[in-house]
T-cell receptor
């Protein structure tokens, strides 16, 4: 098992464009989390999936953000009509199942909106 | 939501020194973890420690769940210990995790 992977690692886009990020969790983990981290801050929770069900969404998650986890495997996070304030590191984490309660993070996708 | 306070916010140490990082939670949490974020942004697991004490080499951690705080001890610090240290805890449903703003550690040779 190679851990949590995220793609792309970096994304530069122009304001108003749509972007989509992918997260592949550790295979036996049934819980998946998305976070956003800005400079000097800790990760902020965005949303949570248990298997394919999205069970929790932060108030930070505006209508421009949508996340999916089809078939309870990989997950995508889409941001529509990006704004400069969306520039941040987007982190994915997974945990659960036989692997236990620890949360493991991917390397993140760094988004820059020009 | 749960507020997580970490102290100190910044710490500069001479190589070989010891340090203690603290994390306070505004409410009871589950699944308490400590992470080290490297310069490339990767969060590396240090401890899963909902209660009690654990040790791993030069690092150890103690959580007093009834008083809603946790401590991370770094002994004989090395330059590779530099980076930002975060603690995190979850609501009891495990659906949402909260992080502090971190302690930025710089170890100088």
């Amino acid at each position: 098992d190679t851990g949590v992977s995220q793609n792309p690692r970096h994304k530069i886009t122009k304001r108003g464009q749509n972007v989509t990020f992918r997260c592949d969790p550790i295979s036996e983990h049934n819980r998946l989390y998305w976070y956003r981290q800005t400079l000097g801050q800790g990760p902020e929770f965005l949303t949570y999936f248990q298997n394919e069900a999205q069970l929790e969404k932060s108030r930070l998650l505006s209508d421009r953000f949508s996340a999916e986890r089809p078939k309870g495997s990989f997950s995508t996070l889409e941001i529509q009509r990006t704004e400069q304030g969306d520039s941040a590191m987007y982190l994915c984490a997974s945990r659960g199942g036989p692997a236990g309660p620890e949360q493991f993070f991917g390397p993140g996708t760094r988004l820059t909106v020009l | 939501g749960i507020q997580v306070e970490q102290s100190p916010p910044d710490l500069i140490l001479q190589e070989g020194a010891n340090s203690t990082l603290r994390c306070n939670f505004s409410d009871s949490v589950n699944n308490l973890q400590w992470f080290h974020q490297n310069p490339w942004g990767q969060l590396i697991n240090l401890f899963y420690i909902p209660s009690g004490t654990k040790q791993n080499g030069r690092l150890s951690a103690t959580t007093v769940a009834t008083e809603r705080y946790s401590l991370l001890y770094i002994s004989s610090s090395q330059t590779t210990d530099s980076g930002v240290y975060f603690c995190s805890g979850a609501t009891y449903t495990g659906n949402q995790f909260y992080f502090g703003t971190g302690t930025s550690l710089t170890v100088i040779p």
